[in-house]
């Protein structure tokens, strides 16, 4: 079974642009979880979308959002970027929400200049 | 505030040793406990998890002590290794919520 795929990788953006990152989870997985992870703040989850509808959400700002498409698949958006974003954003699947391993993708380095 | 402590930040054992990783928790509502291992480039993936109805839990060389009344538990690496060499991270959930992360332990498996 394929694991957990995110695209791109690797991301440069500079501030007050907007970028749109992919995850595909595991087949046959129906919750998506997206964390970041920086140095300074560690791993911090941001949200978890289940069936289409964002189940759980995190301390950030508005400027990051969400999405998952009937296919399970997911994307992140983040508007008006601040030198803080630079982080590795992690997305995680599980088949269900509560109480369930998740299984995490590689990761998509953003760097913002 | 930070919810789950983890310690040390990082730590060197010789290879055969036992590593040691510590962690406490402060919501007695958290009802879920993995331990996650990083590699550089890679995700954390699942080592092993424990729910606090249960005080210990081992699977292979890796073993997790819980208690519940100290609110602490811990990750026991047996017979280490160094393809063990890697960041850990010892987490927490409640019910349907996010996890929430430990700052992470960076061990070195010396030969």
């Known amino acids: 079974k394929a694991g957990v795929t995110q695209t791109p990788r690797y991301l440069i953006k500079t501030r007050g642009q907007q970028v749109t990152l992919s995850c595909s989870p595991i087949s046959g997985h129906r919750s998506v979880s997206w964390y970041q992870q920086t140095p300074g703040q560690g791993l911090q989850f941001l949200f978890e979308?289940?069936?289409?509808?964002?189940?759980n959400k995190g301390n950030f700002p508005g400027r990051f959002s969400g999405r998952q498409f009937s296919n399970s698949r997911s994307e992140m958006n983040v508007s008006t970027l601040e030198l803080g974003d630079s982080a590795l954003y992690l997305c995680?699947?599980?088949?269900?929400?509560?109480?369930?391993?998740?299984?995490f993708g590689p990761g998509t380095r953003l760097t913002v200049l | 505030q930070q919810q789950v402590k983890q310690s040390p930040q990082s730590l060197i054992v010789q290879k055969g040793g036992i590593s040691i990783i510590n962690c406490a928790y402060e919501?007695?509502?958290?009802?879920?406990f993995p331990w996650y291992q990083q590699f550089p480039g890679k995700g954390p993936a699942l080592l092993i998890a424990?729910?606090?109805?249960?005080s210990e839990k081992k699977e292979g060389r890796f073993t997790i002590s819980f208690n519940k009344s100290a609110k602490q538990f811990s990750l026991h690496i047996m017979d280490s290794q160094p393809g063990d060499s890697a960041t850990y991270f010892c987490?927490?959930?409640?019910?349907?919520?996010?996890?929430?992360f430990g700052k992470g332990t960076h061990l070195i498996i010396q030969p």
């Open positions: 995680a699947s599980s088949p269900r929400t509560v109480h369930n391993e998740q299984f």
């Open positions: 987490a927490a959930r409640r019910g349907a919520d996010g996890l929430t």
């Open positions: 424990i729910r606090p109805d249960v």
């Open positions: 979308y289940f069936s289409e509808t964002q189940r």
């Open positions: 919501n007695t509502a958290f009802d879920y």
